[in-house]
Every structure is written in C-alpha cells, then in structure tokens.
C-alpha cells in the first residue's frame, strides 16, 4: 500500500493579486503547495492547513494588518511559522516582527532565494512543531489510561518519594505502592524513573 504525502503548504497574505500569483509560481516551482489569499479574514475564515505549512505574510493589508494576525495566531496559541515581507520597511518594524516570532522580515523586491531560504526553515520547525506536539498527545492519552490512584503514585515518584513514603502519603500498603508503581511505569512505557520524571515534567505534574 503506498502512503500519499502531500505536500507542504506555503499561505500567501497580500492584497496584490500580481505579487500573490508571482509568489505562488515561485512556490510551485520548488515543489510546495501554495494557498494565495487576499485578507487576513480570507485566512481566518479556511483556517489553518493539515500538515507542514508556514505563512509568508504582507504587513499592510485591507482591515487588518500583518501584525494583527500575528497577534491574533499567539492569543489562540496557533503555532504557524510567518515571514513578513513588505514594501515599506523599517527597523522598528522589523524587530517588533521578530519579537512576535517571525522566522524573517523581507523587504520587498528581495531575492527569491532568500524568501525560498526562509520558508524551508519555516516547514521544517512547522514539521519539529507536528512531531511534538504528536508525541505529546501520545503521553496524554497513556496517562488517561492511569487510575486515580496510579496518577497519586506517579506524581509522589516522580517527586522523588520512596514505596514507604508513598504508601504512608496514601494510607496504602508498601506492597500496595509497588504494586501501583509498576503499573504506572508499565502503562506509561517509562524505561526508567528519569525517563517517568521527564514525562511528567512535559504533562506539567506537581505534587
């Protein structure tokens, strides 16, 4: 059975329908898919794309501007890399772009290289970003299938509590806590206590 990739996505935001269509030639060319759009309401409305994409982003717009997206994408925890390109750049306005998070801030005419540069960089944290974010969801569903009670041993190992201790914390047998350690590190796949503590720490666990 073959397994069907597709390909990437590159969204363009800008209101100038010879500078989207140009761009998304450029994009074409390299082998991406690219998703021209004329507004940031454009955008808002089809949402963000499956898979790896990056967002190449014009700061003026109709309604609202670049910086405006950006802003919005953070407030809704959206992780999509953006380049900004723009025709009337500055220095302030390049560095509130990569204080938000930008991977880069173009000034327009820029080399087609460097925009091609900007947006492999984009896909491959976009790609990082998926992986993580997969590998996370596979934690939480391993530590839905905890108990209660495992969940209360698993918090009070990780915190560094030997059986006794947490048998005494929970009012259980010591043979009872290992018991419930066991399964925790059974159902968890932890090859280790670290390798538990390190899980926990990416499930933001505290005593």
Known sequence: ???????????????????????????????????????????????????????VLDVRLPGQSGFDLQRELAAMHIQLPTIFI??????????RAMKGGAIEFLTKPFREQDLLDAIQLGLERDRAWIEEEKVAAGLRARFETLTPREREVMVRVVAGRLNKQVAYDLGISEVTAKVHRGQVMRKMKASSLPDLARMADKLQLSL
């Open 1 to 55: 059975m073959t397994v069907t990739t597709t390909a990437p996505t590159v969204i363009v935001i800008d209101d100038d329908p010879e500078i989207r269509e140009a761009l998304g030639s450029l994009i074409r060319s390299v082998g991406f898919q690219p998703k021209l759009l004329a507004s940031v309401a454009e955008f808002l409305k089809s949402g963000r794309p499956e898979g790896p994409s990056c967002l």
């Open 86 to 95: 723009t025709g009337h750049g500055d220095i302030p306005m390049s560095v």
